[in-house]
């Protein structure tokens, strides 16, 4: 008899979901994390890997890695080319560098210095364009200088990054926030990924007592806000607690991704747990592979 093949995986959840486990609250050991990842992506779900993250410290650390890396800059623009110089070295594949703006007095001009350490590296032979660079917006309501350095992110053709959330309750950003954020990348035609406390699909309030987002309320969110919903819907959206009620359709998470890329978590199994008990996985996604 016929061994019967397992469902295909909806292409519109491919390479959702940055592997971050070694940043908290998961804080998985380097040795322990990678071997996690590979058996992520060796499992029926592993299409919705995307890449694996890990600080630039990290690098001189890893032997034999094939997977993607996306490589978290721990220093200012100045460190830019050397952790790709390392990686080079190593033969390790760099699909995705990440750097936050440090300098809150002069993001604009921070902005500027993360693009001439890129452009330097580019002239290095460091930088190639199969790296994908995400430039990491404070949390904070956008102001002009916030605005100003995204304009910086845009000029330069770069990518945005913006934390969903963290370890304290304050470092969830309200609705009306991260609705003006996606308004703001979408604004400027800027793709964005999102970090950190999007633990589970729908909006809920953690056993610690935050609020969390929902990855598909952020996903909604912002293919309705680039169709033109108000910034009022675009906040309701996020603010829904009812995964019917959010409507997920498969087409509009697919136009979504345009923008909104993928997202770290700590967690890989908490996502797809998600994904299948809404039925919008096929539930032979989690067995090993034949």
């Known amino acids: 008899?016929?061994?019967?093949?397992?469902?295909?995986?909806?292409?519109?959840?491919?390479?959702?979901?940055?592997?971050?486990?070694?940043?908290?609250?998961?804080?998985?050991?380097?040795?322990?994390?990678?071997?996690?990842?590979?058996?992520?992506?060796?499992?029926?779900?592993?299409?919705?890997?995307?890449?694996?993250?890990?600080?630039?410290?990290?690098?001189?650390?890893?032997?034999?890695?094939?997977?993607?890396?996306?490589v978290v800059v721990t220093g200012g623009a100045g460190q830019v080319a050397g952790p790709l110089g390392i990686a080079a070295?190593?033969?390790?594949?760099?699909?995705?560098?990440?750097?936050?703006?440090?300098?809150?007095?002069?993001?604009?001009?921070?902005?500027?210095?993360?693009?001439?350490?890129?452009?330097?590296?580019?002239?290095?032979?460091l930088l190639t364009d199969e790296v994908t660079v995400f430039v990491e917006l404070p949390q904070a309501d956008p102001s002009y200088g916030w605005e100003a350095a995204a304009d910086e992110v845009a000029a330069a053709e770069l990518r945005i990054k913006l934390r969903t959330g963290g370890v304290e309750a304050h470092l969830f950003p309200t609705s009306a926030t991260l609705a003006a954020w996606i308004d703001a990348a979408l604004d400027r035609e800027v793709p964005f990924k999102c970090t950190a406390g999007l633990h589970?699909?729908?909006?809920?309030?953690?056993?610690?007592?935050?609020?969390?987002?929902?990855?598909?309320?952020?996903?909604?969110?912002?293919?309705r806000a680039f169709d033109g919903a108000s910034r009022d819907d675009t906040v309701a959206t996020l603010e829904e607690r009812d995964a019917t009620r959010l409507g997920v359709d498969l087409e509009e998470v697919a136009r979504a991704r345009r923008w909104f890329t993928s997202f770290g978590t700590c967690s890989v199994d908490e996502p797809v747990a998600d994904l299948l008990s809404l039925d919008l996985l096929p539930h032979d996604s989690t067995e090993p592979p034949r």
């Not at 589970?200 to 293919?223: D, I, K, M, P, Y």
Request: net charge negative; proline share 8%; glycine share 10%.
């Open 1 to 70: 008899m016929p061994v019967s093949q397992p469902a295909p995986l909806p292409p519109a959840w491919s390479g959702l979901l940055d592997d971050a486990a070694m940043f908290p609250p998961g804080d998985v050991p380097l040795h322990d994390a990678t071997a996690a990842h590979g058996e992520h992506r060796r499992a029926r779900y592993g299409d919705l890997l995307g890449s694996f993250v890990l600080r630039d410290t990290d690098l001189p650390l890893l032997r034999g890695v094939s997977h993607p890396l996306s």
């Open 89 to 125: 070295r190593l033969g390790l594949s760099v699909t995705g560098l990440e750097i936050a703006l440090r300098d809150p007095d002069d993001l604009a001009g921070n902005a500027r210095r993360v693009v001439a350490a890129l452009d330097h590296a580019r002239d290095e032979g």
């Open 200 to 223: 589970h699909a729908v909006r809920h309030t953690s056993a610690e007592g935050f609020e969390q987002h929902g990855f598909l309320n952020v996903l909604l969110a912002t293919g």
